[in-house]
């Protein structure tokens, strides 16, 4: 899983509370070569930036891509403001390339 990576939806890392945020897994061989895995052979952990404790997203799913089936989607709507760090772990519970991945989410400001 080491060739496995993921992206940010549009590139975008920062979300405001109570937005949805979307992370794209794309799984990798060995040789770099797309492949798709059955449903439940990954897990995704989430972690404010100072704790050690994974923090509560109710709504969090990971599923595989409507139409690229070699695709992961994990989906969550953000809830407090902070810093987070995502980790996708195979049943192994060995952690995809580049792990972890960051996100903040902030509390916006009427004008």
């Known amino acids: ?3 496995t990576t993921a992206e ?8 405001q509370v109570y937005a949805a945020a979307n992370l794209y897994i794309y799984t990798r061989d060995a040789y770099l070569n797309a492949i798709s895995i059955d449903d439940g052979k990954l897990q995704a ?3 404010n930036e ?4 994974p923090y509560p997203f109710p709504d969090m799913t990971l599923t595989r891509h409507e139409t ?4 992961q989607v994990l989906s969550f709507t ?5 810093k987070f760090n995502v980790y996708i772990k195979d049943t192994s519970l060995q952690s995809i390339g580049s792990c972890p991945y960051r996100f903040q989410v902030f509390e916006g400001k009427e004008s």
């Open 68 to 71: 690229l089936n070699w695709i």
């Open 8 to 15: 940010w939806q549009y590139g975008v890392s920062v979300f």
């Open 78 to 82: 953000t809830g407090d403001p902070g």
């Open 45 to 47: 952990i989430i972690y």
């Open 1 to 3: 899983m080491l060739n």
């Open 50 to 53: 100072n704790s050690m404790e």
